[in-house]
Every structure is written in structure tokens, then in C-alpha cells.
């Protein structure tokens, strides 16, 4: 597995899928090497875990890149797609655009090679014109030179088809039921309690139209709190920007990045979940909001109403106003809320399956072995 930050770690959504395919497939009786990067985790050094050689089966190498955030994605690909010449690997699994770029090395040495594309990287605000055109690089890479390309959303499908010409694998994210948790740990920490407040959990960069809600909340007459959990991902002016816009307004409670009992207890016990997003892959906080059973108001973008059908709300993207009605809408009338107790988690936890997920790219893995096998 090359193309994640860390793992264990919940950095991001990338770092979750490696995490959940890599365990089950080493109970399943595969190896797994996952070449982890060398660094802090992206919202600060205390988040760092601390892990040897091996986390539940996985052996993991750390690969050494510099600490510019410009050229840490480009030598870590370049090195770990190097040591995996010498891994003798039945399989080299790259995840997401930009270490994509590196992926034309194992095709050279005759090595299977299969590639997530988790989302459109490059559209991200976030990158300036010398990254985007390098993740744009990694994607074409992809397209033209991988076994199998596998994407999140069928959305995503019908890009790679018009662009490259190239079919890809839809197989998506999976979600494990949670355990409802009490409101002990927020209630201590934060002073919150059960149905109290209003849940943003995401990373907080411009594409998760953060901006949007607060700028919504701000119009809306309610004592329930709005809480932003998250840490920021090469963001800091834009993070800077959305701690001085809650500053104005003392119903906003920004935790920073929360991980364990209380990310836990945050899902459970949250009155609604929003995700206002410009643009996703397959929102990894979207399936486990849904899987603790919230009601939840989204943006109408392709990849988060396939997801959620018609079991979420939606407003029309990047409309404030159209996102300050939802929320009204859902104040007002609290059975809304009830009624996703009682339908969310069965809908998300019967729709998406880590073990289902795990079996789909194992099979995957097969079929690219057996197409190698068959051209000799």
C-alpha cells in the first residue's frame, strides 16, 4: 500500500481505507507492507501514535521525505515506489492522485499495479498551479498505465471515461456500526450534552465549505451550539479565516481535531450532522454520521447524494441561504431528527461494508493476476 500519510491514523479519509483493507486482508491470510510517511500527523505532533514494525499484522516501513509539504508527497512516492521494486509484491496498490505519479515504475518492472483515485485532488483549492498540475499528472498516470483503476463513486466513473477513455472499478468506502456512546467526555470538555449542538466533523479546508455554514448559523435564531470538529490539511490562512468568523459568534465551539471516545461521542450524540462540501471523493464523516443513526443535511453534489439517497437532506451547493432554510427546517421540527435515529444506520451499515469492500479489491487483485497470467 503506497499513498497514505500514516497509519494508524485518522489524518484523513485515504489513511481509513488503508487501514480497514490492510487489517482484513492480513486476517484473511494475506502479507501487507504499507509504506507510511515519515512526519507529524497533519494537525500537530500530539496526535501523533506511536507503532513498531508491525500494527495488527501490517508491516509497515516509514519512508524519509523532507518537511516542505511541497515536495513531501513527491519523494515519498519516488522512494517508496523504489523499495517496492524489491518487495516481491504479487500486487502494488497506490491510493490517490498524487502518488499516482510514481506509478509508471512498477508497470516498467513488470509488477501488477492497481490504483485508487479517491478523489479529483486537483480541483482542491488548497494546491497552487504546481501541485494541481502534478495531481493532474498522478491521474493521467493512472488512467493510461494502471492494471485496474478503482474509483469511489459512479460519478467518478463517467469522468474517467469521457477524459481517458478509461473504464475504472466502482468499488466504494465501507463503515462498521458504531456503539452509541453517552455525553460524558463532551459534557466535560466542551459543556455539551445530547441533542444539544449541531456537528461539522471534517478536515477544515475550502472544499468542505466550512465558510457556508458558518455564514448560515450566523442568521439562525436557535440555543442549540454549532460545533466545527477538525484539524486543518496545508490550510492555515483559510483555518485562520474560519476561527476569526466563529470568534463572532459564542454558540461556536471549535475543538480541533478529536479522535476516540470523544469523536465517539460527538457522532452520538449530535442533533444533526452537516457536510456542506464543494467537492468530495466518497465522504468517509458523511457514511459514520449516518452509521450513528444522525439526521443529515449535505450539499447536492453527485458523490454525496449517492451515497445517502434519500435518507439526508440536501441544499443546493455553495447556497448559503438554501442551507440556512435545511437547518431551520430541522430545528423546527425535531421528528425529523427521530425518524433518522431510527433509519440512518440501518440504511448506511447495509449499503457500505468494510469486509464487503475488502473482498470486492481482494477479487480485484485476482483479476489483474489472472489477465497477467493469461498474456504470458
Not at 70 to 90: C, E, P
Not at 210 to 215: F, M, N, Q, T, W
Not at 359 to 369: G, I, K, M, N, P
Request: glycine share 8%; charged share 25%.
Amino acid at each position: 500500500m503506497i499513498g497514505h500519510k500514516r497509519i494508524p491514523s485518522r489524518e484523513g479519509g485515504v489513511e481509513i481505507v488503508v487501514e480497514e483493507l490492510s487489517t482484513r486482508m492480513v486476517r484473511s491470510g494475506n502479507r501487507v507492507d504499507a509504506y507510511n510517511r515519515s512526519g507529524y500527523h497533519v494537525s500537530g505532533k500530539e496526535f501523533d501514535e506511536k507503532h513498531g514494525k508491525y500494527f495488527q499484522g501490517i508491516r509497515i516501513f516509514t519512508i524519509p521525505t523532507f518537511s516542505s509539504s511541497k515536495l513531501n508527497a513527491i519523494v515519498y512516492s519516488f522512494l517508496a515506489t523504489i523499495r517496492s521494486l524489491f518487495g516481491h509484491y504479487d500486487i502494488v496498490h497506490f491510493h490517490a492522485e498524487g502518488p499516482c505519479i510514481m506509478l509508471w515504475l512498477t508497470k516498467l518492472f513488470g509488477i501488477p499495479t492497481v490504483a485508487t483515485i479517491h478523489g479529483l485532488d486537483w480541483q482542491r483549492s488548497k494546491w497552487g498551479n504546481f501541485a494541481s498540475h502534478m495531481l493532474k499528472l498522478g491521474e493521467k498516470t493512472a488512467a493510461l498505465h494502471a492494471d485496474e483503476v478503482i474509483v469511489l463513486s459512479h460519478n467518478m466513473q463517467d469522468y474517467f471515461q469521457e477524459t481517458y477513455g478509461r473504464k475504472t472499478r466502482f468499488i466504494p468506502n465501507g463503515i462498521n456500526r458504531p456503539i452509541l456512546k453517552g455525553d460524558s467526555e463532551i459534557k466535560a470538555k466542551y459543556g455539551l450534552e445530547k441533542d444539544g449542538y449541531i456537528l461539522f466533523l471534517a478536515r477544515i479546508v475550502p472544499e468542505k465549505g466550512l465558510h457556508y455554514l458558518l455564514h448560515a448559523f450566523e442568521q439562525i435564531e436557535t440555543d442549540k451550539k454549532l460545533v466545527i470538529a477538525g484539524g486543518s490539511s496545508h490550510s492555515q490562512e483559510y483555518v485562520q479565516e474560519m476561527v476569526d468568523l466563529a470568534a463572532k459568534d459564542s454558540r461556536v465551539i471549535m475543538t480541533g481535531f478529536v479522535q476516540g471516545e470523544v469523536l465517539e461521542e460527538l457522532y452520538s450524540n449530535a442533533y444533526c450532522f452537516v457536510l456542506p462540501s464543494d467537492i468530495e471523493g466518497m465522504a468517509l464523516g458523511l457514511l459514520e454520521a449516518m452509521s450513528y443513526g444522525n439526521c443529515c443535511i449535505a450539499s447536492n453534489i453527485p458523490e454525496n447524494t449517492e451515497v445517502a439517497e434519500d435518507h439526508a437532506l440536501y441544499f443546493e451547493k455553495g447556497n448559503e441561504r438554501d442551507l440556512q432554510k435545511r437547518l431551520e427546517e430541522v430545528l423546527a421540527h425535531p421528528e425529523q431528527t427521530q425518524k433518522a435515529h431510527q433509519e440512518n444506520a440501518d440504511f448506511i451499515c447495509g449499503k457500505y461494508n468494510w469486509d464487503r469492500v475488502t473482498e470486492q479489491t481482494l477479487h480485484l487483485y485476482q483479476h489483474v493476476l489472472k489477465a497477467r497470467e493469461n498474456q504470458k
